[in-house]
């Protein structure tokens, strides 16, 4: 197991359309996390999976953001009708079950929607 | 509003000095977790801290839990340029069914 992957690594769109982002967690990692990075900040959550159960889904996240992991192994998220402030690095991070798990982060997805 | 407030934001210094970090809460953390990313990364852990009052230490990073479990601290001494990064503090709380937020990180530069 390489850790966790993402894909694609960019992605350029124009403002309407929809994009789909992959992630790979480490193979034994139940708890799948997606985040929002923008510069100079850090981390915003967007929602988190144990196993295929979508657990927690950010208030900031509009309709046009949805997630799924159908079988609790790999995970998309789906941007619909993209918009310029979408612009940001999509972070996925998995862990083990259990507080205190170390969450390990993929190199993430650069959208940039012009 | 963040759940985890970092600061300060940002901290530039001179190699060889020393600094502290804070990150601070009102709510109660059950796991407290400290990160360090580097541009065009994902963030990697430096240290994971569960009990309240506990100090870790990890070479010449010093971290501490607040007695409450609502604040932590990293100090480092005698800080080096490659020290330089975004350092961010994250946290479980049962109130968010344990789910992982972040701060919003304390951009370190530390000058040759």
């Known amino acids: 197991d390489t850790g966790v992957s993402q894909n694609p690594r960019h992605k350029i769109t124009k403002r309407g359309q929809n994009v789909t982002f992959r992630c790979d967690p480490i193979s034994e990692h139940n708890r799948l996390y997606w985040y929002r990075q923008t510069l100079g900040q850090g981390p915003e959550f967007l929602t988190y999976f144990q196993n295929e159960a979508q657990l927690e889904k950010s208030r900031l996240l509009s309709d046009r953001f949805s997630a799924e992991r159908p079988k609790g192994s790999f995970s998309t998220l789906e941007i619909q009708r993209t918009e310029q402030g979408d612009s940001a690095m999509y972070l996925c991070?998995?862990?083990?079950?259990?507080?205190?798990?170390?969450?390990?982060f993929g190199q993430g997805t650069r959208l940039t929607v012009v | 509003t963040q759940l985890l407030e970092q600061s300060p934001q940002f901290l530039s210094i001179q190699e060889g000095e020393n600094l502290t970090v804070y990150c601070n809460s009102s709510?109660?953390?059950?796991?407290l977790q400290w990160y360090r990313q580097e541009p065009g990364e994902g963030p990697v852990l430096l240290v994971t801290?569960?009990?309240?009052?506990e100090v870790k230490k990890l070479k010449r990073l010093t971290f501490q839990f607040g007695d409450a479990r609502k604040d932590s601290s990293l100090h480092i001494t005698a800080a080096q340029p490659g020290d330089t990064g975004l350092y961010l503090c994250a946290g479980e709380t049962e109130y968010n069914n344990n789910d992982m937020r972040f701060g919003a990180g304390t951009r370190l530069t530390v000058k040759p």
């Open positions: 709510s109660v953390f059950s796991s």
């Open positions: 801290v569960v009990t309240g009052g």
């Open positions: 991070a998995s862990s083990e079950e259990g507080f205190g798990s170390e969450a390990f």
